[in-house]
């Protein structure tokens, strides 16, 4: 299993958009992938998962990954969320 903490940068936290792009990519991997994150904790391949948290601008969401692309999943889940869900894409 891997893990890696993030900030969130996005001004309106994890809303429909960026939780809905974090869950179609974390369905891209076998590997299991939870979160945690404002005292809760979640599947982060479920939308509703992903927004029942209430994760807002400058929260700090951990990601657990485990399983055979888990350090593939985990790259690119937190890649996600730094690049502030594909904002700063050229």
């Not at 890696?4 to 974390?26: D, F, I, S, T, Y």
């Not at 076998?30 to 209430?54: D, H, M, P, T, Y």
């Not at 055979?68 to 904002?87: H, R, S």
Request: hydrophobic share 35%.
């Amino acid at each position: 299993m891997v893990s890696q903490k993030v900030v969130v940068q996005n001004g309106a936290g994890v809303h429909l958009r960026p939780a809905a792009m974090l869950c179609e990519e974390a369905q891209k991997y076998k590997a299991e992938i939870r979160f945690q994150s404002n005292g809760k904790e979640g599947n982060a391949k479920s939308v509703l998962s992903l927004l029942g948290c209430g994760v807002k601008n400058g929260y700090e969401i951990e990601f657990f990954c485990e399983g055979e692309d888990e350090e593939e999943a985990l790259k690119a889940i937190v890649g996600m969320v730094q690049d502030d869900f594909g904002k700063h894409k050229e």
